[in-house]
T-cell receptor
Framework: NAGVTQTPKFQVLKTGQSMTLQCAQD?????MSWYRQDPGMGLRLIHY???????DQGEVPNGYNVSRSTTEDFPLRLLSAAPSQTSVYFC????????????FGPGTRLTVL | AQTVTQSQPEMSVQEAETVTLSCTYD???????LFWYKQPPSRQMILVIR??????QNATENRFSVNFQKAAKSFSLKISDSQLGDAAMYFC????????????FGQGTTLQVKP
């Protein structure tokens, strides 16, 4: 089991560029989520998915798109990067039933110049 | 909307001593889960301990225990016999029982362990 994997680990973008952060899990988890971590603010939910074909917005969705075509993958797209999107991004996954924890990927550090 | 507050940005403890990290939350739900996550410098999020709101008994995991006060909406983490490897950022998190995909985090507390 590789668990939750994220690529790339680091990325530098220029303002206005687009890119996709990749996330994959091999645990057959129904739920997948994207968070961003900023200093002094903890982790904030961007988007989440309760299963293939179903996504919903979290607390800070603006500027980000997601889709879930398979159970395993949940990519996060930045359509036009802005300096305010400089952050560390975490992907997480979990089973749907009550007592389960979320498993986190190693994170992607993104810098937008 | 639910909120989670950690009012201690930084804490320090002497090796082998005990330290308590504070967390308060606000919710109108009756069924939920609370978590403490540890984030060492490697950035990896590691689950430390979990508490189900319907359980009155406080959760314990080896040197880690919680003081869960449901009426006061308080969820503190006690680390006993602190070790150098406990130095990390600690996050308190809330999750509704109905959605495992949505965690709400506090701001985090950086714990320093002094030898």
């Amino acid at each position: 089991n590789a668990g939750v994997t994220q690529t790339p680990k680091f990325q530098v973008l220029k303002t206005g560029q687009s890119m996709t952060l990749q996330c994959a899990q091999d645990m057959n988890h129904e739920y997948m989520s994207w968070y961003r971590q900023d200093p002094g603010m903890g982790l904030r939910l961007i988007h989440y998915s309760v299963g293939a074909g179903i996504t919903d917005q979290g607390e800070v969705p603006n500027g980000y798109n997601v889709s879930r075509s398979t159970t395993e993958d949940f990519p996060l797209r930045l359509l036009s990067a802005a300096p305010s999107q400089t952050s560390v991004y975490f992907c997480a996954s979990s089973y749907s039933y009550d007592h389960n924890e979320q498993f986190f990927g190693p994170g992607t550090r993104l810098t937008v110049l | 909307a639910q909120t989670v507050t950690q009012s201690q940005p930084e804490m320090s403890v002497q090796e082998a001593e005990t330290v308590t990290l504070s967390c308060t939350y606000d919710t109108s739900e009756s069924d939920y889960y609370l978590f403490w996550y540890k984030q060492p410098p490697s950035r990896q999020m590691i689950l430390v301990i979990r508490q189900e709101a319907y359980k009155q008994q406080n959760a314990t995991e080896n040197r880690f225990s919680v003081n869960f006060q449901k009426a006061a909406k308080s969820f503190s983490l006690k680390i006993s016999d602190s070790q150098l490897g406990d130095a990390a950022m600690y996050f308190c998190a809330y999750r509704s029982a109905s959605n495992t995909g949505k965690l709400i985090f506090g701001q985090g507390t950086t714990l320093q362990v002094k030898p």
